[in-house]
């Protein structure tokens, strides 16, 4: 409603003696007299006389207000529920009222109602009553004529106004034309989507036949290229020369697969050449057979070395030496080849250098080497020697990193996981800390090459800034960016799968791995409260989880000691921000204990050194002391 309206507009006591005329009125002003009694009289709307007014019973005479009025109502404390009884409709009523002539004039003194609208307010809600419940909230046009229809009389009411001239218009309210928004909206897709079905299904039929078209296309250059392969032998030079064929720009590469080939059928067959010479000499040796048959079972069992390697040469008989009236098997033994000229002048030559200790798998560990002995060898180490009567071969196979250098090496798995909720000031002190630090390692290559750097970022998920790698000049800077949300259990089921794939990866370079190490800044309160407790504990329990990392902790704004203390794997790694410190200056200050720490661990490393210690950003204080 509106604001208020008087209709009596003056209310002032009969006088007794009139000492002049009496006061004149408006037209549009009705005069009523009352009584003490409560008598109403009207005298056509005019004012007694002075005389009348001497001998007159009424005590106070009334200004009615005759004029028509408009005004307009919303039913909001009222609103029509729907037919569905969980809408409403909202009304509007623009409607006119005025006094009912004198008659209405004394009814209204009599009722003693000064402000009218309420009155009609009542009235038009009794009028609208349950009407909403006949229509559905789709229906407010069919609302809006029936209660037109209700009210579009002239009503005269008890108190002596008459309500005239009703005008409803009736809409859904806000919740109800935001879901009648969302039925048209979804029809409206409904009816967008069968129209784009047919041409879509014309192009996932077409796309399906160009799609088996070119697959009948690939299959046929197959059988093609099949056929023309069939009668291509299937052994190196065959697959050497059929290269050759397919990529004759590519001579001088062609020619490289020949020459490899060859060098590795020459040094296979020499191999196998001593070695059966060997044997032989020392089955010969011990009568196991008799000099006559030696080089016909070394050119037979030559034949099977030689047809395995690919190649098909016969090695040059070698003719027994005889004796003058010597059977050939009674050959004296002074007059074959002996072990320590014949064996070991060819085979020393050519052994490789022994092979080092081989280092562990495990964190900063050796792993055992091993020695075997059996009739005629003994086995040491990765690489073997045998031993037979007359002859030495050192074993040809090498570790895989031979060469490495024979004092351990260390390589550090550094982890930084940062929030990044925080505010973009904080943010970008961050940032330029990260800069500095992949300033600091990649300008110093002999320091960097001990240590493997990753950076996440964490917010409602956790998310990989910078793979593990050693940073070079050639490394991408991570920068973090803002997001919302907190969440420290993505962070820690990230790093519980790419810290153990990435000691995995770092441990086959043959390096000794040290256990990793994470540093953990947040700067606020997680949104799953303590949940994060069991995914932390499963990436920090060494009985699990082999490659458990020890956890530095650093709090800064609105984070929580509590948390911070349980975050750090150790009391002396958990430390908090001042509370009266804000958190730009934090960051910064953690962006430098960032920098320095890393790079300072690095050097130690590069030095021989793998002991790591941690001391607290510039400010902050031990986790458990903030408590």
Not at 88 to 103: C, I, L, N, Q, T
Not at 252 to 278: C, H, S, Y
Not at 450 to 457: D, E, I, Q
Not at 610 to 627: C, L, M, T, W
Request: net charge neutral; with cysteine; hydrophobic share 40%.
């Amino acid at each position: 409603m509106t604001e208020p309206v008087s209709l009596i507009v003056n209310r002032s006591p009969v006088p007794r003696m009139a000492v002049g005329p009496t006061k004149a009125t408006q037209p549009h002003l009705a005069v009523v007299y009352a009584t003490a009694a409560g008598e109403v009289e009207c005298f056509e709307g005019r004012p007694m006389t002075p005389s009348q007014q001497v001998f007159s019973k009424y005590r106070t005479r009334y200004e009615v207000d005759l004029r028509g009025y408009r005004r307009s109502a919303v039913l909001g404390r009222n609103p029509l529920v729907s037919r569905d009884g969980v809408h409403a409709f909202e009304v509007k009523v623009d409607f006119a009222f005025r006094v009912d002539g004198w008659d209405g004039a004394k009814a209204l003194v009599r009722s003693g109602i000064d402000n009218p609208l309420p009155l009609v307010h009542t009235y038009l809600t009794s009028l609208f009553h349950a009407a909403g419940q006949r229509f559905a909230i789709e229906d407010s046009f069919g609302l809006q004529h029936y209660l037109g229809q209700r009210c579009g009389q002239q009503v005269t009411l008890a108190e002596g106004l008459v309500v005239y001239g009703c005008q409803v218009s009736v809409q859904p309210d806000a919740k109800s034309k935001a879901y009648l928004e969302s039925l048209i909206e979804a029809g409206r897709r409904e009816a967008l989507g069968q129209a784009e079905h047919v041409p879509n299904m014309g192009d996932v039929l077409r796309e399906g036949q160009i799609a088996a078209k070119k697959q009948e296309q690939e299959m046929e250059a197959a059988a093609r290229q099949a056929e023309a392969l069939r009668h291509v032998a299937m052994d190196s030079e065959g697959l050497i020369r059929q290269y050759m064929n397919t990529h004759p720009e590519d001579a001088a590469g062609a020619f490289d697969m020949l020459r490899k080939l060859e060098e590795a059928r020459f040094a296979t067959a020499e191999l196998q050449n001593q070695r059966a010479l060997a044997l032989f000499q020392a089955m010969a040796d011990k009568n196991l057979v008799q000099a006559g048959d030696l080089e016909v079972m070394r050119q037979l069992l030559t034949d099977v070395v030689g047809r395995a390697t690919g190649g098909a040469a016969q090695l040059p008989s070698a003719t027994t030496p005889q004796l003058p009236g010597a059977r050939p098997w009674d050959a004296p033994a002074a007059q074959l080849p002996s072990a320590s000229t014949a064996g070991s002048a060819q085979t020393q030559t050519q052994a490789p250098p022994p092979r080092p200790a081989d280092q562990g798998s495990g964190f900063a560990g050796q792993g055992p080497g091993f020695t075997g002995q059996g009739p005629g060898f003994t086995v040491q180490g990765a690489g073997f020697t045998g031993q037979g009567p007359g002859s030495t071969v050192v074993g040809d196979s090498l570790p895989p990193y031979a060469g490495r250098p024979a004092v351990p090496t260390y390589a550090a798995l550094i982890y930084l996981v940062l929030d990044e909720s925080l505010d973009r000031d904080s943010l970008q002190e961050l940032n330029r800390g990260l800069n500095d630090l992949h300033a600091a390692l990649s300008g110093a290559p002999e320091v960097a090459r001990s240590l493997r750097l990753s950076v996440l970022g964490m917010a409602a998920t956790a998310e990989p800034r910078l793979q593990l790698e050693t940073v070079t000049h050639g490394t991408r800077t991570p920068i973090l960016t803002g997001r919302p949300g907190l969440s420290y259990s993505s962070a820690f089921q990230l790093l519980k799968t790419v810290v153990g794939q990435d000691v995995a990866v770092v441990k086959a370079e043959g390096v000794q791995v040290l256990r990793p190490i994470v540093y953990f800044l947040t700067g606020g309160v997680p949104d799953e409260g303590n949940g994060w407790r069991e995914a932390h504990q499963r990436l920090t329990d060494t009985g699990g989880n082999p490659a458990a990392p020890n956890v530095i902790a650093l709090g800064l704004g609105r984070a929580d000691a509590f948390a911070v203390r349980a975050v750090a794997t150790r009391p002396e790694f958990g430390f908090m921000a001042p509370p009266n410190q804000d958190a730009v200056s934090a960051a910064h200050s953690c962006a430098g204990f960032l920098r320095d720490s890393v790079v300072g661990y690095a050097r130690r490393l590069a030095s021989g050194d793998p002991q790591f210690s941690v001391n607290p950003p510039d400010g902050f204080r031990r986790a458990e002391d903030a408590y």
